[in-house]
């Protein structure tokens, strides 16, 4: 249902039709749409993934950000997006080159449909750290990683 009170007709999700789309950090930041919309998809204002745009968005005021969003979409819906960075995050990753730390959100409706695998995927395909993910954070999907190229935990 939108907002205005009509009807959306979804098609039904085919893994084939996912586009991933990978874009710096500093251009999310920057872009009032993009940043709307990694911020919706997140589990609330206080997960780690809003709270590092959060941290990014005052990095940003005096330099560049060293992380990327890889964002899936489902025809021109988003429907998910992973967060790469390169950033000390307050918790438990540091900054140390060659290292990215990792972190995924797919929509409820989306799950257990290889979105967030294909998101995971696709980082790993486009930059060449060893990856980085929190022991706290769904250790049953980042299990499926672990052992393969670059994955290790925070």
């Known amino acids: 249902m939108r907002r205005d009170g009509a009807s959306v007709t979804m098609t039904p999700f085919d893994i084939n039709d996912l586009y991933i789309r990978a ?30 745009l959060n941290y990014y968005q005052t990095l940003i ?34 900054e140390r080159a060659g290292h990215a730390c990792i972190q995924v959100y797919v929509l409820p409706t989306f799950r257990r ?11 790993t395909e486009l930059y060449e750290d060893t990856f980085h993910v929190y022991e706290w954070s769904e250790p049953e999907f980042f299990s499926l990683f672990m052992g393969e190229k670059n994955f290790k935990s925070v």
């Open 23 to 52: 874009v710096e950090m500093d251009v999310i930041l920057r872009n009032a749409n993009l940043l709307s919309t990694v911020r919706r998809l997140t589990i609330d204002s206080g997960s780690g993934m809003n709270m590092a």
């Open 61 to 94: 005021q005096s330099r560049s950000v060293n992380a990327h969003g890889v964002l899936g979409y489902h025809g021109s819906l988003a429907i998910g997006w992973a967060l790469v960075t390169r950033e000390s995050d307050r918790f438990s990753f540091k």
């Open 113 to 123: 449909k290889g979105v967030g695998c294909a998101l995971v995927k696709s980082a």
